[in-house]
């Protein structure tokens, strides 16, 4: 039986195409297609399911590269990556900032001593996906640059120009990282 899969992740509708074979012999001959609606959850591509884990962050924020929210070097991050000032303020760069237990680092989780820290399911360089319901203007693909500083637990900061503050961010609770 042939038949194929396609899946609008955005809104969850996946579109079935079966041949006539798949609905006996009185079927007509041309190929039909089913759109079924599938939980938000859910991601199907060609027949196989996976279920989409969720990381609910308690505190999302932004910051700015400066000595003041940062260290003594604000255009270098975590990961060695440099700030272009230009690319930040053009909205060309969306990096991120995850607290300590979010990441994952093997080096820095031997040189630590925490049991909590740097086992987390993100790495330097990994493209998450962010979402919010109340503040859309995060919403979207990020890339992990940066660490927070390390009282803080589930917690991110999204790294913006000071050009770019408004509409102000806030404390935002009701952001979800999705783990693919």
Not at 122 to 136: H, L, N
Request: glycine content about 4%; charged content about 30%; hydrophobic content about 35%.
């Amino acid at each position: 039986m042939k038949h194929t899969v396609r899946t609008l992740k955005a809104i969850g509708l996946m579109t079935l195409s079966l041949t006539p074979l798949m609905f006996g012999e009185n079927s007509c001959n041309k190929i039909q297609e089913i759109d079924i609606i599938v939980p938000e959850k859910l991601i199907i591509e060609e027949n196989k399911v996976q279920e989409i884990k969720c990381i609910n962050i308690d505190r999302a924020t932004r910051y700015n590269p400066t000595v003041a929210q940062c260290d003594n070097t604000p255009f270098h991050t975590a990961d060695g990556s440099f700030i272009d000032t230009s690319k930040l303020r053009n909205k060309e760069i969306r990096w991120v900032a995850l607290s300590w237990d979010l990441i994952k680092d093997t080096y820095r989780q031997n040189v630590r001593s925490e049991d909590w820290a740097w086992r987390g399911e993100f790495a330097f360089g990994d493209t998450i996906y962010v979402e919010s319901k109340s503040k859309p203007m995060i919403n979207g693909y990020w890339v992990v640059h940066d660490v927070m500083n390390g009282r803080y637990r589930k917690s991110m900061d999204f790294l913006y120009h000071e050009d770019n503050m408004n509409p102000r961010l806030g404390v935002c609770k009701d952001v979800k990282i999705e783990i693919n």
